[in-house]
C-alpha cells in the first residue's frame, strides 16, 4: 500500500512538473502593424487613433514645398501640444515624441529641443474635440488636429 501511494505520489509530481515545463515555453504572438494597416473595429477613437491622424498630417507637411524643395534641412522646434479635448488625460507626449520621431525619420529636417534658439520653425500642435449627437441618438465625437509652423519672426 504504501508502494502504491508512493507510485502515485511520483506519479502526480511528475505529471505537475511536466505541465509546468510545458507552460513556460509558450509563445507569444504580439504583432506590430503599421498604421496605415490598421482595421478600426469599433467606433471609439483612442490615443493610436490620434497619433495615426497626426502622423498623416505631418507627412503631408513635409510634402510642402518649404520642406520638400529646400537646400539646406530647415531646423524644427515641436513646441508643446495643447490639448483642447473632453478627454484631460490624453498622453499628449506620446503624441510630442510621435511627431518628432516622425520629423526625424523623414531626413527633411532637423529636429531641436524647445531650449533652441537659433532655429527656423517652431511647431505649434492642438488637438481638439467635439460632440454631437447622430441620427441613431449615439453620441459622437469628432477630433480635430492642427499644426501650425511659425518662422523665427512670428510669422505664421
Same mark, same amino acid.
Given at each position: 500500500?504504501?508502494?502504491?501511494?508512493?507510485? =502515485?505520489?511520483? =506519479?502526480?509530481?511528475?505529471?505537475? @512538473?511536466?505541465?509546468? %515545463?510545458?507552460? +513556460?515555453?509558450?509563445?507569444?504572438?504580439? &504583432?506590430?502593424?503599421?498604421?496605415?494597416?490598421? %482595421?478600426?473595429?469599433?467606433?471609439?477613437?483612442?490615443?493610436?487613433d490620434i497619433i495615426a491622424m497626426s &502622423?498623416?498630417?505631418?507627412?503631408?507637411? =513635409?510634402?510642402?514645398?518649404?520642406?520638400?524643395? %529646400? +537646400? #539646406?534641412?530647415?531646423?524644427? *522646434?515641436?513646441?508643446?501640444?495643447?490639448? $483642447?479635448?473632453?478627454? &484631460? $488625460? /490624453? !498622453?499628449?507626449?506620446?503624441?510630442?515624441? !510621435?511627431? #518628432?520621431?516622425? =520629423? /526625424? $525619420?523623414?531626413? #527633411?529636417? !532637423?529636429?531641436?529641443?524647445?531650449?533652441? $534658439?537659433?532655429?527656423?520653425?517652431?511647431?505649434?500642435?492642438?488637438? +481638439?474635440?467635439?460632440?454631437?449627437?447622430?441620427?441613431?441618438? #449615439? !453620441?459622437? *465625437?469628432?477630433? +480635430? *488636429?492642427?499644426?501650425? @509652423?511659425f518662422k523665427v519672426n512670428g510669422e /505664421?
Open positions: 500500500m504504501k508502494n502504491t501511494a508512493k507510485i =502515485l505520489l511520483t =506519479l502526480t509530481l511528475a505529471l505537475f @512538473l511536466g505541465a509546468c %515545463a510545458q507552460n +513556460t515555453h509558450r509563445v507569444s504572438s504580439v &504583432e506590430i502593424v503599421d498604421s496605415a494597416d490598421r %482595421a478600426k473595429l469599433d467606433t471609439d477613437y483612442g490615443l493610436s &502622423e498623416n498630417l505631418t507627412n503631408k507637411m =513635409l510634402q510642402h514645398r518649404v520642406f520638400a524643395g %529646400a +537646400t #539646406q534641412s530647415p531646423r524644427i *522646434v515641436v513646441g508643446k501640444i495643447t490639448n $483642447n479635448t473632453h478627454d &484631460e $488625460n /490624453l !498622453r499628449v507626449i506620446d503624441l510630442h515624441d !510621435r511627431l #518628432q520621431e516622425v =520629423l /526625424l $525619420n523623414s531626413g #527633411q529636417v !532637423r529636429v531641436l529641443d524647445r531650449s533652441a $534658439n537659433s532655429f527656423d520653425y517652431i511647431m505649434h500642435t492642438e488637438i +481638439t474635440s467635439g460632440s454631437h449627437s447622430s441620427s441613431d441618438g #449615439q !453620441r459622437k *465625437v469628432d477630433y +480635430t *488636429v492642427k499644426i501650425k @509652423l /505664421l
